[in-house]
Nanobody, 125 residues
Framework: VQLVESGGSLVQAGGSLRLSCAVSGFIFDDYVIGWFRQAPGKERDGLSS????????YYTDSVKGRFTISSDNAKNTVYLQMDSLKPEDTAVYSC???????????????????WGQGTQVTVSS
């Protein structure tokens, strides 16, 4: 299983970015894909997740109302639209896949089986 993130960049506070997570090489019928971030010197945080069907999503309070997760199953890609970005959103953003589950709230586990390498998001003030 491979996950490749893209879309990270330098953006001004208040701006927007859309991250992409392209997934390949998987054979699971049910899975959840989550977005995480880790800032320097801080622990990894879960942000949002989506079920393989795309019908169920989950957001942590830190991003609810500002970030939107979506998926395009034809492209095997999950997106994270990030609006109203703040300097404290600066971090490496990663996506991950947890197989054999359907509830996006597994995001809280932070121990997904498959991970991408991450993409840097920097928000300037």
């Amino acid at each position: 299983v491979q996950l490749v993130e893209s879309g990270g960049s330098l953006v001004q506070a208040g701006g927007s970015l859309r991250l992409s997570c392209a997934v390949s090489g998987f054979i699971f019928d049910d899975y959840v894909i989550g977005w995480f971030r880790q800032a320097p010197g801080k622990e990894r945080d879960g942000l949002s997740s989506i079920s393989s069907s795309g019908d169920n999503t989950y957001y942590t309070d830190s991003v609810k109302g500002r970030f939107t997760i979506s998926s395009d199953n034809a492209k095997n890609t999950v997106y994270l639209q990030m609006d109203s970005l703040k300097p404290e959103d600066t971090a490496v953003y990663s996506c991950a896949l947890e197989p054999y589950v359907t509830d996006p709230q597994v995001l809280a586990r932070l121990t997904f089986d498959y991970w991408g390498q991450g993409t840097q998001v920097t928000v300037s003030s």
